[in-house]
Structures are given as C-alpha cells and as structure tokens.
Nanobody, 128 residues
Framework: VQLQASGGGFVQPGGSLRLSCAASGFTLDSYAVSWFRRAPGKGREGISCISSFGGGTTYYADSVKGRFTVSRDKARNTVYLQMDSLKPEDTAVYYC?????????????????????WGKGTLVTVSS
C-alpha cells in the first residue's frame, strides 16, 4: 500500500497548482483521503479531505476554504487538490494520507492527523 503526492512546484502569489495523490496496492475510491501540509518551522496542518461516503463529502480548513478544491478521479485512482489564489503562507510540504476509513476524521472541527498511510510529500513554494 503506497501513496504518492506530486505536482508541487514554484508559483507566484495568486497563481494555481494542482496536486495529485496516486495510490498503489488499493483503491482510493473506497476510502476518505486527506491532505496535510507542514510549513517551515510549523506543525502539520490538516487542510482538506474527501470522503468516500455520500457522494464524496468534503472538508476544508478555514485557511484554505474558498481557494482549494479536493476531487477524485476514479478511473485514475487519484485524488486531486486544486489550489488557487495561492499565498506565500501556503508555502509548505504537502502530503496526502488515508486511514482507509470511509469518512473524513474531523474532530472538533479539525482534521485528525492520525492516519495510517502517508505519501511522500511534495513541496509547494509561493513567492514573488
């Protein structure tokens, strides 16, 4: 079971990137998939999640709500994180993860990082 996040890079403020989370060894469509990030000198932040239940309900942290969109491509066994209107404070290493549960693990309004499976991160740098 492996996850791999990709699609990071360098972008100017206001720009966009699309991250991909691909899986091998299992079908992502059956499980909730979460996105986390770790900015330089800061702790890990849960920013988005898409469940496998109810048509794919989603969760967004306040810091990215309205700018980021999570989605699935069942045929490609991939989950995407579309990131628009990027800000310098979005600079971080981004990770996808799953606990192979169907629902997003939101506790007290915050995405839990108690995931069993983590992909290697992809670096996003937002700078002018």
């Amino acid at each position: 079971v492996q996850l791999q996040a990709s699609g990071g890079g360098f972008v100017q403020p206001g720009g966009s990137l699309r991250l991909s989370c691909a899986a091998s060894g299992f079908t992502l469509d059956s499980y909730a998939v979460s996105w986390f990030r770790r900015a330089p000198g800061k702790g890990r932040e849960g920013i988005s999640c898409i469940s496998s239940f109810g048509g794919g309900t989603t969760y967004y942290a306040d810091s990215v709500k309205g700018r980021f969109t999570v989605s699935r491509d069942k045929a490609r066994n991939t989950v995407y994180l579309q990131m628009d209107s990027l800000k310098p404070e979005d600079t971080a290493v981004y990770y996808c993860a799953t606990d192979r549960a169907s629902l997003c693990a939101v506790v007290g309004g915050t995405l839990s990082d108690g995931m069993r499976y983590w992909g290697k991160g992809t670096l996003v740098t937002v700078s002018s």
